[in-house]
């Protein structure tokens, strides 16, 4: 089965500067990669996503990166904040075309924090 | 997205007991799965909450220690039976939507209920 391993395990940062969180998957037949936010007492929120089509893709301050010869993504967060500050993680699927289920497979999360 | 919502919130209970979380979802939606995240841990997918079928379980998890219900599209049940420590966790509900072209939707999580086991 798909193997996730994500990395670092905790992050610290100063407001103001960047954040990179890689995550390295095993199946090559995998072809979806959601990241998720997850804060103190609540549900991971989908913060953004790449489709195996693309290479890059970017929501304001989030980009994130993929590259499947080397089967590894990554997850940009520039401009940090202090509400950035949470749990993140990355997870990968295989999804036939024409079909929506694929299992998500987990990395096993980064702790960031930001710092004022 | 959808919105989601889980029932409890959190609860503490004592070993050999059973708890039932429910989630509920204000859309139809395709899939529904549950998840288990253990303290400090990442995610691990149960089962697949399969409408008028039996759930579709994950290696490592049975049916005796986590009957499953989906009854209709928005609505699902899981149920830890004969609570132990070790289930000391926070299970999560997550959500697919109809399929809208050749990627469908991604997995929407709820908010999470928060089993203490005594």
């Known amino acids: 089965g798909e193997n996730v391993e994500q990395h670092p395990s905790t992050l610290s940062v100063q407001e103001g500067d960047s954040a990179v969180i890689k995550c390295t998957y095993s199946?090559?037949?995998?072809?979806?990669f959601p990241w998720y936010k997850q804060e103190l007492g609540k549900g991971p929120q989908l913060i953004i996503d790449?489709?195996?089509?693309?290479g890059e893709k970017k929501d304001q301050r989030i980009a994130v990166t993929l590259n499947k010869t080397a089967k590894h993504f990554s997850l940009h967060i520039t401009e940090t904040q202090p509400e950035d500050s949470a749990v993140y993680f990355c997870?990968?699927?295989?999804?036939?075309?024409?079909?929506?289920?694929?299992?998500?497979?987990f990395g096993q999360g980064t702790i960031l924090t930001v710092h004022p | 997205s959808a919105v989601i919502s889980q029932k409890p919130s959190r609860d503490i209970c004592q070993r050999g007991t059973s708890l039932t979380i429910q989630c509920q979802v204000d859309?139809?939606?395709?899939?529904m799965f549950w998840y288990r995240q253990q303290p400090g841990q990442s995610l691990t997918l149960i089962a697949t909450?399969?409408?008028?079928?039996?759930?579709?379980?994950e290696s490592g998890f049975v049916i005796d220690k986590f009957p499953i219900s989906r009854p209709n599209l928005t609505f699902s049940t899981l149920t830890v039976s004969n609570m132990s420590p070790e289930d000391s966790s926070i299970y999560l509900c997550?959500?697919?939507?109809?399929?809208?072209?050749?990627?469908?939707?991604?997995?929407?999580f709820g908010p999470g209920t928060r089993l203490l086991v005594l």
């Open positions: 997550s959500v697919e939507g109809p399929n809208t072209g050749m990627w469908g939707e991604t997995q929407y």
């Open positions: 199946d090559s037949a995998s072809n979806y």
């Open positions: 790449i489709r195996s089509n693309v």
């Open positions: 997870a990968a699927s295989r999804r036939a075309g024409g079909t929506s289920y694929g299992k998500l497979t």
């Open positions: 859309s139809q939606v395709t899939m």
């Open positions: 909450a399969n409408q008028g079928s039996e759930a579709t379980y």
